[in-house]
Nanobody, 118 residues
Framework: QVQLVESGGGLVQSGGSLRLSCVAS????????MGWYRQAPGQKRELVAV??????????YYADSVKGRFTISRDDAKNTVYLQMNSLKPEDTAVYYC?????????WGQGTQVTVSS
């Protein structure tokens, strides 16, 4: 079992920045890729960014909508994954969820609300 706790969400004006954090606990030795997803009201949950485990060199992937604005990183010593979000837009408003992939399956955090005002 892996538990994930996100933090760092909030209300920010358009053009502003936020940094999300997700701390993993439990059986963290089984964690492979970690990522961030988001879900806006009435929309499907969508992938924002993924970072592979350190053994793979920490390769990253970003959704086209956030490329150049968001940066994902991880600190395996702290069992933490981050999402630095710059140049935020109102369309980035959503609940952001942390995800951890392991051999047995995927785990999710409870989500943190990000609201960008115009």
């Amino acid at each position: 079992q892996v538990q994930l706790v996100e933090s760092g969400g909030g209300l920010v004006q358009s053009g502003g920045s936020l940094r999300l954090s997700c701390v993993a606990s439990g059986n963290t030795g089984n964690i492979l890729d970690m990522g961030w997803y988001r879900q806006a009201p009435g929309q499907k949950r969508e992938l924002v960014a993924v970072i592979s485990s350190g053994g793979d060199g920490g390769n990253t992937y970003y959704a086209d909508s956030v490329k150049g604005r968001f940066t994902i990183s991880r600190d395996d010593a702290k069992n933490t994954v981050y999402l630095q979000m710059n140049s935020l837009k109102p369309e980035d408003t959503a609940v952001y969820y942390c995800n951890a992939e392991t051999e047995p399956g995927a785990y999710w955090g409870q989500g943190t609300q990000v609201t960008v005002s115009s």
